[in-house]
Every structure is written in structure tokens, then in C-alpha cells.
């Protein structure tokens, strides 16, 4: 492990693009005690570390070097934090396919691929090269981080390759992932994406099981992932997305930085200045 011994040579370079790679050469493994020892990326901000010391992440040995003021200053810069969103008893993840038209390239029952009715299925009147699309409509974009396909049926008949894609003309598409669709019978095939922000979202199916016939899909549903996709650093503006949770007889109402509402109230689409890891718990009434 390579140990930090003078690091005032440093001092001056506190250009914002050299913070990183500084503070990764000079630090290494070490971590900062402040007062309980914590990384590099979730220092406070600058002026409340003065005074702190340096410890052996591996030996947990406290080393009697104090902070410089560059380290203040590349603690800021490379401070990272994440929003969670916390169900706070909910039963299941809520699917944001809603408000929007689905539409499909042939066949016939776009809209029952995302009418929650598990026991229904659209007919794409072929098996290569085909898609199923979502619309949010004018001026809404949205982004997840999870799509879920079940088959309710014909296993032959599923979609086998998939692209998944995003766009907000309808024209140009960008590839968002792609994997192998499972054709096992009444079983939902789920796989986690970073969406980007997109009005459009569409299903590419390159093939089925059959390699001939139809297509039959039975349900599709994004949701988010329980964790915000995004770091941010400190003082960054976060807005607070919609519930992303089902809770049986229970009406969610706001998110709150407390799990029995006695803190920070946050309605969706709100703002606020993120200064370190903050979770936001549904407020059920």
C-alpha cells in the first residue's frame, strides 16, 4: 500500500481536472476520519475537515497527518451522493407506462402489451425485425432504471433477441441495451437499464423462438430503480421523481427524509440542494 508522506508538493495543483487523478495517486487506500472514518467520495464539504486525520483503511491505524488545504479542497470537488427512494412498506415497484400510447409495427393490440392484465396479448403479424413502442406523449420524458417482459403463453411465439431503444423524435433511435428474452411460460423476464430521457421508448425484436410465425407479447413495464441512477456532487440540484411504489389500501401522498414524515417533505418534482447521501421514504396515508 503506498502511504502518504508529504503531499505539499501538491498544494497548488487544484485545477479541477487534476482533483481526481491527485487525489487517487496520493491517497491511495487511505480514508478519512471525520470523526468516523469514511471515503474520499463522501468527505463534507470544505472547512469541516480541518483537523482530521488520515487512517489505514487496512490496518485502521491513525496517521498523525493532518488534512492539507488541498485535500479540502479535493474533498469538495470529488464528494459524490446518491438520493434512494425507500417504499417504507410498499408491496411492489409501480410501472411508469401510463398517459402514453403504445403503438407496434404490424398486428393488431398494441395498448394489452400495457394494460396490466396479465391474461391478455397483442399479435405482431411477424417474427423478425419488428418493435412495440411507447409514447409518453408531448413534452414528457421519462427515465428508469428496469424492464420487466412476461410471457403468458406460446413459448415458441416470445420474442428471443431484443434491442431496446429510446428517442425523442420518433426518428433518430439510440440503442439502450440489448439481451435475450426468456421464453420460459408464465414468467416474467426482467432486466435492469439506464434508459436515458426519452419521450419514445421501443421493444426491437430481432427474432422469436420459432424463427417464423408471430410474435405474441403479454406485458411490458418499466420502472425505476430504487436507487437514483446519478451521483451528484455536493450542491448539486436534485428533482425528486414520481412514486415508484404500490402499497395495498394505501394512497401515496409525499416522499419525506424521514421514515415516519417528521422531516423534510417533498412532493414529485421538487427541488433541492443534495449535500450528502439522502434516502426519501413514501408517506402513505
Given at each position: 500500500m503506498r502511504r502518504v508522506r508529504d503531499v505539499s508538493q501538491y498544494r497548488?495543483?487544484?485545477?479541477?481536472?487534476d482533483i481526481k487523478d491527485c487525489v487517487k495517486n496520493v491517497l491511495g487506500n487511505l480514508f478519512v476520519e471525520s470523526p468516523g472514518v469514511m471515503p474520499i467520495n463522501l468527505l463534507p464539504a470544505?472547512?469541516?475537515v480541518a483537523g482530521s486525520t488520515i487512517v489505514d483503511l487496512q490496518t485502521g491505524t491513525p496517521s498523525?497527518?493532518?488534512i492539507p488545504a488541498l485535500l479540502s479542497v479535493a474533498a469538495a470537488a470529488v464528494m459524490k451522493c446518491q438520493v434512494t427512494y425507500d417504499g417504507n412498506g410498499s408491496d411492489a415497484l409501480s410501472s411508469?407506462?401510463?398517459?402514453g400510447t403504445a403503438s407496434q409495427s404490424s398486428g393488431i393490440d398494441p395498448a394489452k402489451v400495457c394494460d396490466g392484465n396479465l391474461g391478455t396479448n397483442n399479435n405482431i403479424t411477424s417474427y423478425g425485425n419488428q418493435w412495440w413502442k411507447y409514447d409518453f406523449g408531448s413534452g414528457v420524458t421519462k427515465k428508469f432504471g428496469q424492464i420487466s417482459i412476461y410471457n403468458g403463453g406460446n413459448q415458441g411465439f416470445c420474442p428471443k433477441n431484443m434491442i431496446f431503444q429510446g428517442s425523442n423524435d420518433d426518428t433518430n433511435w439510440t440503442d439502450l441495451d440489448s439481451f435475450l428474452v426468456s421464453n420460459t411460460g408464465s414468467q416474467w423476464s426482467t432486466h435492469g437499464v439506464n434508459s436515458g430521457d426519452y419521450r419514445y421508448y421501443r421493444c426491437f425484436f430481432i427474432d422469436n423462438y420459432y424463427g417464423s410465425g408471430n410474435i405474441y407479447l403479454w406485458e411490458i413495464r418499466f420502472y425505476y430503480a430504487t436507487g437514483d441512477p446519478n451521483w451528484?456532487?455536493?450542491g448539486a440540484t436534485v428533482t425528486v421523481r414520481d412514486n415508484c411504489f404500490i402499497k395495498t389500501g394505501k394512497t401515496f401522498s409525499k416522499w419525506?427524509?424521514?421514515a415516519d414524515g417528521s422531516g423534510t417533505d417533498y412532493d414529485p418534482a421538487d427541488t433541492?440542494?443534495?449535500?450528502a447521501p439522502t434516502t426519501l421514504y413514501a408517506i402513505w396515508v
Open positions: 497548488n495543483r487544484v485545477k479541477r481536472d470544505v472547512g469541516t498523525s497527518l493532518a411508469l407506462i401510463s398517459g451528484y456532487e455536493s419525506n427524509t424521514a433541492f440542494a443534495i449535500t
